[in-house]
């Protein structure tokens, strides 16, 4: 359960097709009266939520970007961040009893 909602906010946001979405909903959420943790009656707890949103979308949108630039700077065409094949680690696991 570590970090789940987390690596699903990346998950989504590096996939092209969500992208875009993603980012406007992360947007609209942290400028949107409508809150998990309402400013108006916590107002320093009401931040939190608006806070923890916004530095996904920085961190994962910065991410992007840096990478889109050494991809371009090496001369390739582009990260391709929807073939998760080519990124993944095959690990064995065992049971351990």
């Known amino acids: 359960m570590k970090?789940?909602?987390y690596e699903q906010y990346r998950k989504l946001i590096r996939n092209s097709k969500y992208r875009w979405i993603v980012i406007i909903a992360?947007?609209?959420y942290i400028i949107s009266p409508v809150d998990l943790l309402p400013e108006l009656f916590t107002f320093p707890v009401g931040l939190?939520?608006?806070?923890?949103?916004?530095t996904l979308l920085v961190t994962e949108v910065s991410a992007i970007l840096t990478e889109k630039m050494?991809?371009?700077?090496?001369?390739?065409?582009?990260?391709?961040?929807d073939n998760d094949e080519k990124n993944t680690?095959?690990?064995g696991s065992s049971?351990?009893?």
């Open 3 to 5: 970090n789940v909602i």
């Open 48 to 54: 939190i939520d608006d806070g923890l949103v916004a």
């Open 89 to 91: 680690v095959d690990v």
């Open 26 to 28: 992360s947007a609209a």
């Open 95 to 97: 049971r351990m009893k």
């Open 70 to 81: 050494k991809a371009k700077k090496e001369g390739r065409s582009g990260v391709d961040f």
